[in-house]
């Protein structure tokens, strides 16, 4: 009694924010990966294996090959981070998520928040 808790939104608990989305090729995602980074909305990004995607489009179905990715960024940094991922997309519509993270390992948030911090624009290559 008299103690308040700290509630987190969801998905942002733990100091981490997990972004994903699908490319429709690993060069597209690669290129916007790199400017993400660049720009310090993501600290990190991973591409993942290709995988087969199956869904309909404008009344046909539709069966295509696509790259997920999941990008990692500072909570507070989620909404923008989206934002201009869905400025930098190729695809007239991206599925563009924010996962739910319960927790992360202290120093690796540390480090997500070290490298989303800096208004500077860090090296593209």
Known sequence: MGRARHRHAPGMSGGV???YTLFGSAESA???????VAERLAACVNMLA???SIYAWEGALQREAEIPVL???APEKRDALMA???ELHDYEVPA???LPVEAAHAPFAR???????????????
């Open 84 to 86: 201009r991922l869905a």
């Open 71 to 73: 990008l990692k960024t």
């Open 96 to 98: 563009i998520l924010a």
């Open 30 to 36: 690669e290129r916007i990966a790199r400017q993400l």
């Open 17 to 19: 924010a997990i972004v």
């Open 111 to 125: 480090w997500i928040a070290g490298q989303t911090s800096s208004a500077e624009h860090c090296p593209s290559d």
């Open 50 to 52: 290709p995988c087969t």
